[in-house]
């Protein structure tokens, strides 16, 4: 329920734009990294949504606060890491910079 009793509609769509994936010490294919990523944080907002953005768009410039990654993990599996931390901090975990 929105104010006044007014009920809020599920947005209908929801655009995720990341300018840069940085993978700083890790010895991975960013082509399958950034694959597993879209793929995971896909499923994530899918069956999550976006917390944050339950108020009305939301754009945020950074995330931070993020737990750190362990540099021996696969490709496939940084991955989807990578965007389990991205829609923690979408979710109101970490801090985010609007």
Do not use: C, W, Y
């Not at 769509?13 to 879209?38: K, M, N, Q, T, Y």
């Not at 793929?39 to 994530?44: I, V």
């Amino acid at each position: 329920m929105g104010v006044n009793g007014e009920t809020r509609a599920e947005p209908r769509e929801i655009r995720v734009e990341i300018g840069e994936l940085a993978l700083h010490g890790f010895r991975v294919d960013p082509d399958r990294v950034s694959a597993a990523f879209e793929l995971e944080l896909t499923r994530l907002i899918s069956e999550h949504g976006v917390p944050l953005a339950a108020e009305g768009p939301l754009s945020a410039d950074t995330l931070a606060g993020l737990p750190p990654l362990p540099a021996g993990l696969s490709a496939r599996r940084l991955g989807q890491e990578l965007a389990r931390a991205v829609h923690e901090g979408l979710s109101g975990h970490g801090e985010v910079t609007r």
